[in-house]
């Protein structure tokens, strides 16, 4: 079992900056991918960043490269997402999760896709004003 922990959330205006921060507990954390997906009211969820277990590699959706940056402090079992130049279409409940075993490196071709994650956070709201 892993328990995900997700702070941080809040509101801020357009072209503000807030960082998303999601500690974790119950296994090995330094080992696995860890990501961020995000779900708006009436969308579905999806993929915003991932990081792999060393930290040194990233994967981002389009919609977010170049303003929100994923990082990961393995000593604190803790991964981050900073995002800024926020915009109203960023508003959304953001989940942290660990990947599957399957999907234990950036190159697996699912890795954008819930279907790769195993374990979820409660969620954190992200609410951007105009």
């Known amino acids: 079992q892993v328990q995900l922990v997700e702070s941080g959330g809040g509101l801020v205006q357009a072209g503000g900056s807030l960082r998303l921060s999601c500690a974790a507990s119950g296994r090995t954390f330094s080992t696995y991918v860890m990501g961020w997906f995000r779900q708006a009211p009436g969308k579905e969820r999806e993929f915003v960043a991932a990081?792999?277990?060393?930290?040194?590699?990233?994967y981002y959706a389009d919609s977010v490269k170049g303003r929100f940056t994923i990082s990961r402090d393995n000593a604190k079992t803790t991964v981050y997402l900073r995002m800024n130049t926020l915009k109203p279409e960023d508003t959304a409940v953001y989940y942290c999760?660990?990947?599957?075993?399957?999907?234990?490196?950036?190159?697996?071709?699912?890795?954008?896709?819930?279907?790769?994650?195993?374990?979820w956070g409660q969620g954190a709201q992200v609410t951007v004003s105009s």
């Open positions: 990081i792999s277990w060393s930290g040194i590699t990233t």
């Open positions: 999760a660990t990947s599957k075993p399957q999907c234990a490196r950036l190159d697996c071709s699912d890795i954008n896709r819930i279907q790769a994650w195993e374990y």
